[in-house]
């Protein structure tokens, strides 16, 4: 058996970033508006770096404006996790996006993602929950009208909050606010750290914010102090070898961190971040990690277990996913 085909959770996932390139292309013929530039000759998407990734990306989500387009990207996106054998998967959303942070159209927005969450679930065998995600570049104020639609929208689907975007801008706990509002609303939390920022930014995540898991976080390889404290705390890292790896953060595959964070006994899991960004699915991810580290069906099941372990979701859900893998 291929490693490629075995069951998977994943748990970083942007679902804006997760859209298939054509879908976007259509959306926009659609609805007749110029995105234009945001494609290369081939119909991929076309950036030169994180930051003009970035843009890129906020152009793509233009064309998404209405409830029933974000229920037919969510049924795009699950299908491609499906195809790559996901059966669980946690996804960012973002109140920024869908309906501009006002509570009242957000969740016309998060009703349209669960319903299509529902039907992937029934027709392809994969269940999706909910992160709930601000956006580190809009500032502290937006993400504290996030925050305040995650604290209303908390519950069995929404399960998470979380911090996305520029990583070089502010601090962790510029966003206090908002972590401690999602927290008391009964959230788990999550922050993009470690991606672009050295191991002090992961460090600052945990302390300031006090997040069980981090997005990236594989730049703690470079103080293998901090490396030791994340295996001992049991802090999960959500790695995404192949995103770290278009974005230039890392020069292959052999190169990635993420065999040594393993080696050292931190949490690491496997999620693809922006699949059709970065030309992977989570079936490639898996291929390549097992050229790479020569880890066998044993390494991926065991982090797969971890990765439904770190889940946000409800013991009944966990109880249920753990049947497939
Ligand atoms: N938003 C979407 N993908 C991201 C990434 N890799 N880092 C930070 N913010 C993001
Ligand atoms: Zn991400």
């Not at 969510?74 to 996901?86: K, M, N, P, R, Y």
């Not at 460090?203 to 006090?210: E, F, I, K, S």
């Amino acid at each position: 058996m291929s490693v490629a085909a075995l069951p998977k959770v994943e748990l970083h996932l942007h679902l804006e970033g997760a859209a298939p390139p054509a879908f976007i292309a259509g959306l926009a013929k659609e609805k007749k508006v110029d995105i234009g530039g945001i494609f290369d000759a081939k119909g991929d998407y076309k950036y030169k770096d994180f930051w003009d990734f970035l843009k890129v990306y906020e152009a793509a989500t233009s064309v998404l404006v209405k409830p029933e387009d974000y229920y037919r990207l969510t049924l795009a996106v699950l299908e491609e996790s499906a195809a790559s054998g996901v059966v669980y998967s946690e996804t960012f959303l973002s109140p920024d996006f869908c309906g501009g942070r006002d509570v009242g159209a957000w969740r016309e927005y998060l009703h349209a993602i669960r319903e299509a969450g529902e039907k992937a679930e029934a027709t392809m065998g994969v269940t999706l929950r909910g992160i709930i995600t601000c956006i580190r570049h809009f500032g502290p104020d937006k993400a504290r009208e996030t925050a305040l639609c995650a604290a209303e929208t908390a519950g069995d689907f929404i399960v998470g909050f979380g911090i996305a975007g520029d990583e070089k801008i502010g601090k962790p706990k510029d966003f206090l606010w908002s972590f401690d509002c999602a927290r008391e609303a009964g959230l788990r939390l999550t922050a993009h750290a470690g991606e672009w920022g050295g191991p002090d930014s992961v460090r600052d995540a945990v302390r300031d914010l006090g997040v069980e898991r981090i997005g990236h976080g594989v730049r703690a390889i470079e103080d293998l102090a901090l490396v030791d404290e994340l295996a001992e705390s049991g802090v999960v890292l959500e790695v995404c070898p192949g995103s770290n790896i278009a974005l230039g953060i890392y020069k292959g595959w052999r190169q990635h961190p993420i065999g040594q964070l393993y080696e050292r006994g931190v949490k690491v899991t496997i999620s693809t971040d922006d699949p059709p960004f970065f030309h992977t699915t989570m079936a490639r991810e898996y291929e390549m990690l097992n050229r790479a580290f020569d880890w066998d069906e044993g390494v991926f099941a065991g982090i797969a277990r971890a990765s439904l372990d770190a889940a946000f979701c409800d013991a009944d859900t966990r109880e249920r996913i753990l049947k497939k893998l």
